[in-house]
Structure formats: C-alpha cells, structure tokens
C-alpha cells in the first residue's frame, strides 16, 4: 500500500472520530487505537507528512483530524475516481526515445491526441488557436508515425536526416510490414512537405508529445514562440493532406460582334 493511500486511511479514521483518538509513535511508525484494544498502525513517514500539512494535530495525548483534512480527503477522492475513468480510457504504450545522447523511457496513450491541450487554447477573437484541419493534421502525421514503428528507432534530432534524406528514402528495417512501409513514406512525404525549418517541432509535440515549453528549452527559443510555429507547421501539413482546389479558368462571353481590347 502506497503512502499515498496510506495517508487517506489515515485521515478517514480519525475523521471518524471527531474527539480525536489514542495514539503513539515508535520505531515502527503511528499506532492508532481503536475501538476495544483494536490497532491500526501507519508509516512514520505518512505521519510526518500529514503532521507537516496541517491535516492533523495533538491534543494532550490524542490526535486529532484538523478542520482541513476533510477538504483534502474529498478532493484527494475525487481527483483518484477521476483518474480511475481516465485509465479506463486509455491505451497505453512504452518506448524510448534519444534525447541528448541518452536513451529516455517514454509512456504515450495512443487514444489521447498529443494536441488535445492545445486545441482548448483562443486566439485573440475567441477563435480556436489551432483550427480543426490543423489538429486533423497534427493526429494524422502522429498515427503514420505510430503505424511506422518508428518510436524505438528516431533520435529527436530530425534537422540533418531532413537535409540528407532523398525524396522517397525511407528508414529503419528492411522486414517491416507493408503497411509500416508506406506508413514510413506518408510520413516523410509530409515532412518534405512541412520543410525542414518547421517540421522539427511538429514531429516533437505530435509524434514525441513533448511540451511547448520542452521545444523552446531545447531548441533554444523565445518563449511563447512554438505555439506559433507549431501552427504555422500544422497548417502546412493540412495543406498537404488536402490540397486547396487549382483556380477554374475562367471564360468571358460577349456579344456576336465581340473583339477583346488589345493593349498595344
């Protein structure tokens, strides 16, 4: 049992009796008593942390549940029960990614779009700041990198492949699947498509869910500034996923006896 839990058994027991209850420490930790010689003992360590918040105090010889341990075993509750649905709607896997010459192991739920935190932010009118097709976009280039299997295998540096990567050259295994396969080319096809300028940050926040505020750390750039390049990326890669339609030609009928003016 975690301290964590550990600490809200605690509080749900003195809380259930509001004169407080006998109780001593020792090397083993708390030791509450009960009812009739009944005995529930509690990490040193919980102890100190509830002491040390304020959720709990002596009086003589009993300890008491202070008035704010109930507001924070409520919100404790609520925020495990929340956390519970949550789990239960995730699809979770594990991988790892280089990052400055050192293997990180990385956790990802496949079933949570990377930009879903950012799709909530406005823009100065009250316009969503990244438009649909952009987050469209942004999820798009994200299952292509997943169908690739390139999680295990792609550094966070993409700059210099971008620069001497030949159109159409994929990467990685020669016996993947394939559906890997062309994934692999959808992907690089809409990397060429972003440019190397701007298709760094995509693939950091939608394929390796990196923060905003990671990129700008990293990449040594001002603050507030990836929000914009990531916009103007997504939208360069939904530009490419959907093409805007070529301009009709467009005709002009005149009378029987119509000559279009020549500029002489």
């Known amino acids: 049992m975690t301290d964590g ?3 809200l058994r605690l509080l749900r027991t003195l809380l259930a009796a509001p004169d407080g209850l006998a109780a001593a420490l020792g090397a083993d930790g708390l030791v509450l008593t009960v009812g009739q010689g009944g005995n529930r003992s509690f990490p040193g ?21 202070r008035p704010e341990a109930r507001a924070y075993l409520r919100r404790a509750m609520a925020e495990r029960e929340e956390e519970s649905f949550a789990t239960q709607h995730r699809q979770e896997v594990r991988g790892e990614v280089e990052i400055g010459g050192e293997r990180q192991a990385v956790i990802r739920n496949l079933l949570e779009s ?7 932010l406005k823009d100065r009118t009250g316009a969503p700041f990244l438009p649909q097709e952009a987050v469209d976009a942004g999820d798009r280039l994200a299952a292509d990198f997943e169908r690739g299997q390139l999680q295990p295998s792609i550094t966070s540096t993409w700059e210099p492949r971008l620069a001497t990567r ?3 050259q994929g990467g990685g295994k020669q016996d993947l699947s394939d559906s890997a396969m062309m994934a692999r080319d959808r992907l690089w096809r809409a990397v060429d498509a972003i440019g190397p300028e701007l298709a760094g940050v995509a693939l950091d926040v939608c394929c390796f869910y990196k923060g ?3 990129v700008e750390r990293e990449r040594g750039w001002p603050s507030r500034s990836a929000k ?3 916009r103007t990326a997504l939208l360069a890669l939904a530009r490419h996923y959907a093409p805007p339609p070529a301009n009709p030609r467009r005709h002009q009928w005149g009378a029987q006896d119509y000559r279009p003016a020549i500029d002489r």
């Open 114 to 120: 990377p930009l879903g935190h950012l799709r909530r």
């Open 5 to 7: 839990v550990q600490l």
């Open 212 to 214: 905003l505020e990671q």
């Open 166 to 168: 030949s159109a159409g």
């Open 228 to 230: 914009l390049m990531l």
């Open 45 to 65: 360590t919980v102890y100190d942390v509830a002491l040390s918040s304020g959720l709990i105090g002596w009086s003589g010889s009993m300890l008491q549940a």
